[in-house]
């Protein structure tokens, strides 16, 4: 098979360049969050197809490291090319495949072409060290040291349905640029436009087996890929007992792990209201909370807690519901599992006193926005990450408060300030245990090349372009004895 057509309803996988169907027969069918139709299916490879995937990559990375730096840059700036030839075709997949809406869709394209572009330029600049061993004792004054910049070797990429095309290549351009082969497994959700992703990068002229494709079951091919002995690196977008399984399975290699987050938005006394509430909303309920860094609960000071959720309850009644074909922000959930649960924890919050101040019918995986006013501490949507249109809002008496809620919190992604004062702004700021923090504006991962990270259970070491470039990097040191 040469390529995959939008056609062809059956996606195949890549190795070596060859776009392949499994032997077993095996496919998964992608149903559209939309309307439950058919969008394709995806091979359900088997153990012994994924293992010839990495041991295609192993093979390849030793001729793709020794490939000038700039050949490799100028693959990364056609892939880039390519893709933006795509993004109408791209923003369609994605929208049907993920229910995004068409306009986020491409916009997701453009700029991850954009973010490839600005990856093959930083890739350029990566340099080592040259180091003298001074006076330390053992003949420290006759030792010089060179610290060359090498590639781990094989980088497994997992993204998550979320950001099919984005996440995707946040993790594999700055991993060929520094002279790694990938072994992409995109998740199952998303595979259809990650496929069509690395079609592009197959147009731009990818050598063979620099990135091979795997695509299957978590239950057959999960633990197997991830302690697959041709593996130099994991780096995984989703959810955080997945994460922590991986991590736990890889044991001794590289693990960069972008979890869940609890994000809440503080609102102080002094706030500017309208623009606290604009954010919130827009932060909390566009593509239905479906993303780790939305707007997951509201700590707000009990003196302007009414005019909040006053101004709260405006915006999300505001909200257009429905379909993403139909151009709605608030649109059906990525499965029926997921609405379930975020069912589960509305339901939980009204049971035990939270005040519903506005919310809707329930259509199979489409969930109507919620918002939830005096949500307490025993309630599960106070803590739980529910990654659906459901906003809590939590009063509260102090700063120090929200501190506290914030530090016991098991997630620690982001976090949004909203204040006039700015001392007491960066105060807050350097108290709470979050990877970012955000000044009177909406948690979010962009732009691009800011470093992305968090602590706690929302993940493990640093991404964004120029530390995504270091973390596919290693030391390797020449000592030089005089």
Request: glycine residues 10%.
């Amino acid at each position: 098979m040469s390529a995959v057509n939008q056609n062809i309803h059956t996606h195949p996988f890549l190795i070596d360049n060859e776009w392949r169907e499994s032997e077993s027969g095996k496919t998964i069918e992608i149903l559209s969050p939309d309307d439950k139709s058919v969008v394709g299916s995806v091979q359900a490879m088997s153990q012994a197809e994924t293992d010839e995937a990495a041991r295609a990559s192993k093979a390849a990375q030793e001729g793709w490291a020794a490939t000038p730096l700039d050949e490799r840059a100028a693959l990364m700036h056609r892939w880039a090319d390519e893709l933006e030839k795509m993004s109408d075709e791209l923003g369609d997949i994605i929208q049907r495949e993920v229910g995004k809406g068409f306009s986020s869709a491409k916009v997701e394209v453009i700029r991850t072409a954009e973010l490839i572009r600005y990856t093959a330029e930083q890739g350029l600049r990566v340099k080592g060290e040259f180091m003298t061993g001074d006076g330390f004792p053992g003949g420290g004054k006759n030792k010089k040291a060179m610290i060359q910049k090498v590639p781990h070797g094989v980088v497994l990429a997992i993204s998550p349905f979320n950001y099919p095309v984005n996440l995707s290549a946040a993790k594999i351009a700055p991993a060929l640029v520094t002279g790694n082969t990938v072994l992409f497994k995109p998740a199952t959700q998303g595979a259809i436009s990650g496929i069509k992703m690395i079609e592009a990068l197959m147009k731009a002229g990818l050598p063979e087996g620099v990135l091979n494709i795997v695509t299957g079951r978590g239950s057959v091919i999960g633990d197997f890929i991830v302690t697959h002995p041709e593996i130099d690196m994991i780096s995984f977008t989703g959810g955080t007992k997945t994460g922590q399984h991986i991590a736990t399975q890889a044991s001794m290699i590289p693990v960069v792990l972008e979890l869940g987050g609890k994000d809440p938005a503080i609102v102080l006394e002094d706030a500017d209201l309208e623009k606290a509430a604009s954010e919130i909303v827009s932060g909390a309920f566009s593509y239905s909370g479906q993303r780790c860094t939305a707007i997951k609960r509201v700590l707000v000071m009990d003196g302007v807690a009414d005019q909040l959720v006053a101004k709260l309850k405006e915006k999300v009644e505001a909200l257009k519901v429905g379909k993403a074909s139909e151009g709605a922000g608030v649109v059906p959930m990525i499965d029926d599992k997921s609405a379930d649960y975020v069912e589960s924890l509305i339901e939980d919050a009204k049971d035990k006193g939270a005040d519903v101040v506005t919310t809707g019918d329930r259509q199979k995986n489409l969930l109507h926005p919620t918002l939830l006013d005096n949500v307490t501490e025993e309630m599960r949507v106070a803590w739980e990450e529910q990654f659906g249109p459901v906003l809590p809002v939590i009063r509260i008496s102090s700063v120090f408060e929200a501190i506290d809620l914030e530090k016991r919190n098991e997630f620690g992604l982001q976090a949004s300030i909203f204040t006039r004062n700015m001392e007491d702004a960066f105060s807050i700021a350097d108290k709470l245990e979050v990877g970012t923090v955000q000044l009177n504006g909406k948690t979010s991962r962009g732009p691009d090349h800011l470093p992305f990270l968090g602590v706690k259970n929302s993940g493990q070491g640093v991404q964004g372009i120029g530390r995504s470039i270091e973390s596919m990097l290693r030391d390797k040191v020449t000592v030089i004895n005089l």
